[in-house]
């Protein structure tokens, strides 16, 4: 099983940017699939990003695409997740998630199996 550690958040003005960390133990995040999303008070929990374990697919939620990037490090076993332009409204938790399963990139929660505790992002001037 893996056991994930997202690090990065912070309290970051409007237009700033921020690279979250998912670290894992007990193995690879490379044999992973694993997905970025992200919570706020009061609403539901919604996806960021996700990137597949083998043909290394990606895909970006609607109001993430074209300003955040996911990317992985093999020295460091970790998934990073690149967020630019942050906005008010971004301010969540953001929480990493795994799967060993099978290979595939998915934006549903329901389809990963392990969870990190989470990084809180503040977005405020």
């Known amino acids: 099983q893996l056991q994930l550690m997202e690090s990065g958040g912070e309290w970051v003005q409007p237009g700033g940017s921020l690279r979250l960390s998912c670290a894992a133990s007990?193995?690879?995040?490379?044999?992973?699939?694993v997905g970025w999303f992200r919570q706020a008070p009061g609403k539901e929990r919604e996806a960021v990003s996700c990137?597949?374990?083998?043909?290394?697919?990606?895909k970006y939620a609607d109001s993430a695409r074209g300003r955040f990037t996911i990317t992985r490090d093999l020295a460091s076993n970790a998934v990073y997740l690149q967020m630019d332009d942050l906005e008010p409204e971004e301010t969540a938790i953001y929480y990493c998630?795994?799967?060993?399963?099978?290979?595939?990139?998915?934006?549903?929660?329901?389809?990963?199996?392990?969870w990190g505790r989470g990084t809180q992002v503040t977005v405020s001037s």
């Open positions: 998630a795994a799967s060993l399963v099978y290979n595939f990139c998915s934006l549903a929660p329901k389809d990963y199996s392990d």
């Open positions: 007990g193995y690879t995040l490379l044999a992973a699939n």
């Open positions: 990137t597949s374990s083998f043909d290394r697919d990606a």
